[in-house]
């Protein structure tokens, strides 16, 4: 499986304001999945990136607040527009290695004050 | 829909017992695949062991093992020989294989007694 480098780790952002998470896959994939995992929470699928395409958004989350990036085979971002203090969650980016299950990247803590 | 159930919160265990880890799963597809995760207090996610539908025998991955029951719709991990290492939360996860998306459950938290 790939190794998946995801920065930043963590931050602490105002309200209102803006963050892009990047995340950086060692191989070429067709697929990468962002999820959000809200405090005590388990893990919810925000989006599936494809390059060359638009991403697809599940059930609660729209391209305004979420949008995303995917330049690239290697490379994706997800950005948290315009946040609040409910947003603060961990962001997991992630690739599906079908029967060896997800390779994830460490995660991005964010807090928004 | 494809759901996934995990009704145990929080578990203790002592150092070098074992412990099961319950999950049970709802889905319509036939073909699909069982998956757990231990995700330490550092917030990493690590993939434990994979269980398919169709496999006859259950999955082993050194001190992990699934106890897979089809027809009660369950998946439970069971870990042997506890370490204090092992103190995390574990996630059950099912993704049916015509399709990308794969669930979770809630969740349990392990603790492991010195």
């Known amino acids: 499986s790939a190794v998946i480098s995801q920065k930043p780790s963590r931050d602490i952002c105002q309200r209102g304001t803006s963050l892009t998470i990047q995340c950086q896959v060692d191989?070429?994939?067709?697929?990468m999945f962002w999820y959000r995992q809200q405090p005590g929470q388990s893990l919810t699928l925000i989006a599936t990136?494809?390059?060359?395409?638009?991403?697809?958004?599940e059930s609660g989350f729209v391209i305004d607040k979420f949008p995303i990036s995917r330049p690239n085979l290697t490379f994706s971002t997800l950005t948290v527009s315009n946040m609040s203090p409910e947003d603060s969650s961990i962001y997991l980016c992630?690739?599906?290695?079908?029967?060896?299950?997800?390779?994830f990247g460490s995660g991005t803590r964010l807090t928004v004050v | 829909a494809q759901k996934i159930t995990q009704t145990q919160p929080g578990m203790f265990v002592q150092e070098k017992e074992a412990v099961t880890l319950d999950c049970t799963y709802d889905?319509?597809?036939?073909?699909?695949?069982l998956f757990w995760y231990k995700q330490p207090s550092s917030g990493e996610m690590i993939f434990l062991i994979y269980?398919?539908?169709?496999?006859?025998q259950n999955a082993t991955e050194g001190r992990y093992s699934l106890n897979f029951q089809k027809a009660r719709k369950s998946a439970n991990l069971v870990i042997s020989a506890s370490q204090l290492g092992d103190s995390a939360m574990y996630f059950c996860?099912?993704?049916?294989?015509?399709?990308?998306?794969?669930?979770f459950g809630a969740g349990t938290r392990l603790f492991v007694k010195a």
């Open positions: 889905t319509s597809d036939q073909s699909y695949g």
């Open positions: 269980q398919g539908s169709y496999d006859e």
């Open positions: 990136a494809n390059q060359g395409s638009e991403a697809t958004y």
């Open positions: 996860a099912m993704r049916e294989d015509g399709g990308f998306k794969t669930i």
């Open positions: 992630s690739v599906d290695y079908r029967n060896y299950g997800y390779t």
């Open positions: 191989s070429q994939v067709t697929m």
